[in-house]
């Protein structure tokens, strides 16, 4: 049974930083994708952050370039969304989700496209 676990997130002032963290478990293929995504209550989920469990490039959203680095500890089985320069528009509930097998170079943006779900980190950045 695949299992996705995040953890992070909290409250911090406009420029501050966090971090979330990710583990997938009883995953029984190699190659998935893995997206950070976001959501509001007013706003569909969005796909801040996506990579391949096998490593490469992340796809950031536009917004967070610069300031989001999405990465892997293999030898943890972490994946890690590191939150830096936040500001109030970042805020979000955060969610860590995985694909199904893909064995191509490219991870899908939207939500639909990914089956496997964490439970949610609240992420909240005052002015």
Same mark, same amino acid.
């Given at each position: 049974?695949?299992?996705?676990?995040?953890?992070?997130?909290?409250?911090?002032q406009?420029?501050?930083?966090?971090?979330l963290?990710?583990?997938v478990?009883?995953?029984?293929?190699?190659s998935?994708?893995i997206?950070?995504f976001?959501q509001?209550p007013?706003?569909e989920?969005?796909a801040v952050a996506?990579e !391949?469990?096998?490593g490469?490039?992340?796809?950031y959203l536009?917004s967070?370039?610069?300031?989001f680095t999405?990465?892997?500890d293999s030898?943890k089985?972490t994946l890690?969304l590191?939150?830096? !320069?936040?500001?109030?528009?970042?805020? *979000?509930?955060?969610?860590? *989700? *995985?694909?199904?097998?893909?064995?191509d *170079?490219?991870?899908?943006?939207? !939500?639909?496209?990914y089956?496997y779900?964490?439970?949610?980190?609240q992420?909240t950045?005052? !002015?």
């Amino acid at each position: 049974q695949v299992q996705v676990v995040e953890s992070g997130g909290g409250s911090v002032q406009a420029g501050g930083s966090l971090r979330l963290s990710c583990v997938v478990s009883g995953f029984a293929f190699r190659s998935y994708c893995i997206g950070w995504f976001r959501q509001t209550p007013d706003k569909e989920r969005e796909a801040v952050a996506r990579e !391949s469990i096998l490593g490469g490039s992340p796809v950031y959203l536009d917004s967070v370039k610069g300031r989001f680095t999405m990465s892997q500890d293999s030898a943890k089985g972490t994946l890690y969304l590191q939150m830096t !320069s936040l500001k109030p528009e970042d805020t *979000a509930m955060y969610y860590c *989700a *995985a694909s199904l097998p893909r064995y191509d *170079a490219s991870c899908p943006r939207l !939500s639909d496209d990914y089956n496997y779900w964490g439970q949610g980190a609240q992420v909240t950045v005052s !002015s």
